[in-house]
């Protein structure tokens, strides 16, 4: 196992040099992919790339949304020779010492998607009702609770996997992406581990969420993969079935 860490950045120029400085420590490189931030935070990412030799900066001409970001860093990163990419944000919401359970659960299944499941310090209603509807449609797009939390960016990407499947799909590139390549990889077959981890929202943090622009492609995003459920609801059943038999058919 070769990991790196990735860390998507749009306009979190205050935010992002405690949350570098919390990584230190764990001597691995960390590429940081600026999705088109205005001036101030473009300024911050360049000092701070010249200050951490373990920082690479890679910049996107245009702001095209988190999940876009993503893609660019995954492939960024197999084309470095990394085999997975330790996702953590970049606006603090997250705990740097939980990545060591991750790391951990990804070297004991270096072949599995590893999420972050949390547990939330103030996370504001709006946010913790929509992961629950968001749960909900994902449990039903894969016919099983493989998936802890879908929305959570606190995970460790196996790389191989992960570029097969995009190439075969289409998934979407905003907020909705992260709960999509989710349920993607688990129709894919690869196996989920859900680790427990801290989210806090910190005071005067930034968030791009945008309440109805990214609900309203989340709903679409769930439309249309309860209709690619439907399409491989045989597969899908045939999986539990075996999974609960110990593999017998």
Known sequence: MNPCLL?????????????????????????????????????????????????????LPR????????????????????????????????????????????????EALVLGCPTFENAPKARLYGRLISRFWVHVETCSRKIGDPLCGLRCMPLEATLRVLEGSDCGNHMEFDPEIAVRLAWAGVPIVNVPCRVQYPAGGTS????????????????????????RLPQLLGSQWSEAHGGRP
């Open 7 to 59: 860390i998507p950045v749009y306009d979190h120029g205050a935010e992002i040099e405690p949350v570098l400085e919390s990584l230190r420590d764990f001597s691995l490189p960390c590429i940081v992919v600026d999705d088109g931030s205005h001036e101030a935070t473009r300024k911050a990412l360049e000092q701070l790339a010249a200050r951490f030799s373990w920082v690479w900066l890679e910049r």
């Open 63 to 110: 702001n095209v949304g988190k999940g876009a970001a993503l893609k660019a860093g995954y492939a960024r990163a197999a084309s470095k020779g990394y085999s997975h990419a330790l996702q953590i944000d970049a606006d603090g919401q997250h705990q740097a010492t939980d990545l060591v359970a991750l790391l951990d659960a990804a070297r004991n299944r270096p």
């Open 208 to 231: 791009h969420f945008d309440l109805l622009r990214d609900n309203v492609r989340i709903s679409w995003m769930h439309v249309r993969l309860f209709f690619g459920m439907l399409v």
